[in-house]
């Protein structure tokens, strides 16, 4: 069959992929930014890709006319204003582009949406399953809560609360109760109601069995972690400053925290688990879920991770646009040296960042962390998603790598903190040589004030960081 995936670069969409092509179903993966799109060369020969915007009617005409089966894997954790009308939007025009295709069913993940008062992020969600449920075909809509697995922004946030605070002073919405699920189990969920007619038309909640405030879900985790917890409820915090403190104690964004914060005082439980009879799917639990994970982040097999998205910076570019690194009105630190072993370099460039650190004075780039989150920014705990392999679009600490090619020996980065500019950092090999160049294109008198405040500290940093690199 051929099926269409939207959100191909997302967390789910990037799992869905190969499960898709080991089925033996022909892929067309919707992108907004083909640059993003980096999929395993096994998977190219069964894989179409086509550069679309939900928000431009135009270009969904690039949509094939035989697809069988759509995906609908959209959705935003935007803080901006009038995202609900944007989402609103988007489900509308993919509605009216598929329906002069000849496809039979349309499946779209949705949060679990069953209180009468949502929180915006959630009622949109909702809108937008009432928008695509208008269409003429068969529609579908699987409605998850907490999804668990490695690289899940769930999953993460609960395991950076657990694992950085031995004593929690928490906010109230922590009694909130919910019903989590493990990533595995949705992919699940996602193949087995293709072209299934008993899910035509109808809409399903997904879960395990357990149903778990988040407290009992913090400590869970810690009790699979050989961990001792305590927790302290209050009710004093504010949904702004509950906000703060996930900021703060989390890698998330402050904006996605916000919406987090909204969406968690809402109960996310499913209604029934008739799908899982009808599919033949029986969730494991939320502590089997955790296990998984950790097995998967201790082999190094994590496949997607929500820090690559763009919400994870509150930062939206076009990577495509960012290659090309300016020259003019820009500051420059650039430095080379020889190297002794090409292998040997590479192997260090593409594993800077993350656990190993930067390689020379981490302590100053911890501080720069630090910093960056007290300013909005993102700080240093994202991490990166793997720690043997860079793509294109994944995030590396507070950077997005908008090139990545080892043949050719060159790593590009943009920076993701707070600055009053743009920031640009470059590894290239070039026969016996290393070229590692930092550029700065400042936003006005500020940005030129920061550029000659830090510059006394790149001498010290990055001619260290050369050193290590070519040692």
């Given at each position: ?41 096994s ?69 679990i ?27 579908t ?123 968690m005082?809402?109960?996310?439980v499913?209604?029934?688990n ?8 029986h ?71 993350g ?16 910093m ?100």
């Amino acid at each position: 069959m051929k099926v269409l995936l939207t959100g191909a670069t997302g967390y789910i969409g990037k799992r869905l992929l190969p499960v898709l092509i080991e089925q033996g179903h022909h892929v067309v993966c919707c992108v907004r930014d083909r640059s993003r799109f980096n999929p395993n060369k096994s998977l190219l020969n069964n894989i179409s890709v086509i550069e679309v915007d939900l928000l431009d009617q135009d270009s969904l005409s690039k949509i094939p006319q035989d697809i069988d089966v759509a995906y609908y894997l959209v959705h935003s954790m935007s803080s901006a204003k009038n995202y609900k009308s944007l989402e609103q939007k988007s489900a509308i025009n993919f509605r009216e582009s598929l329906e002069e295709t000849s496809v039979s069913q349309v499946i779209y993940l949705s949060g679990i949406v069953n209180e009468s008062s949502l929180s915006d992020h959630l009622s949109s969600r909702k809108a937008v399953e009432l928008e695509l449920e208008k269409g003429k075909y068969h529609f579908t809509c699987l409605r998850a809560g907490i999804i668990i697995g490695s690289g899940s922004a769930s999953f993460e946030i609960i395991r950076d609360i657990v694992e950085k605070l031995p004593v929690m002073i928490a906010p109230k919405w922590l009694l909130t109760k919910c019903q989590p699920i493990g990533v595995s189990d949705v992919i699940s969920f996602l193949t087995k109601s293709m072209l299934n007619e008993k899910t035509f038309d109808k809409n399903f909640d997904i879960g395990c069995d357990d149903v778990l405030t988040y407290k009992e879900m913090l400590l869970e985790f810690a009790d699979v972690r050989k961990l001792k917890r305590k927790i302290w409820i209050v009710p004093v915090m504010t949904p702004k400053l509950s906000s703060y403190w996930l900021y703060f104690v989390t890698s998330t964004s402050y904006n996605l925290a916000t919406s987090l914060v909204h969406s968690m005082k809402i109960e996310v439980v499913c209604r029934n688990n008739e799908l899982n009879d009808i599919l033949d799917i029986h969730p494991i639990a939320y502590r089997e879920s955790i296990k998984l994970a950790f097995k998967k982040i201790k082999s190094n097999e994590i496949i997607s991770s929500w820090k690559d998205a763009h919400e994870s910076s509150g930062i939206k570019i076009n990577i495509s646009e960012y290659i090309a690194v300016p020259v003019h009105g820009c500051f420059k630190d650039q430095r080379s040296k020889l190297i002794f072993s090409r292998e040997e370099c590479i192997d260090k460039i593409w594993g800077i960042g993350g656990n190993n650190g930067w390689y020379y004075a981490n302590w100053l780039w911890k501080v720069r962390g630090i910093m960056d989150k007290l300013a909005g920014g993102v700080g240093l705990r994202r991490g990166r998603t793997n720690q043997n392999s860079i793509s294109i679009g994944d995030s590396l600490d507070f950077w997005r790598v908008i090139y990545s090619n080892k043949d050719e020996g060159r790593l590009l980065l943009f920076a993701e903190m707070k600055l009053p500019g743009e920031a640009w950092l470059e590894f290239k090999i070039d026969g016996d040589k290393l070229t590692q160049t930092a550029t700065f294109r400042p936003l006005g008198l500020m940005g030129r004030l920061y550029w000659y405040s830090v510059y006394p500290f790149h001498g010290f940093i990055f001619n260290g960081m050369i050193n290590k690199l070519t040692k």
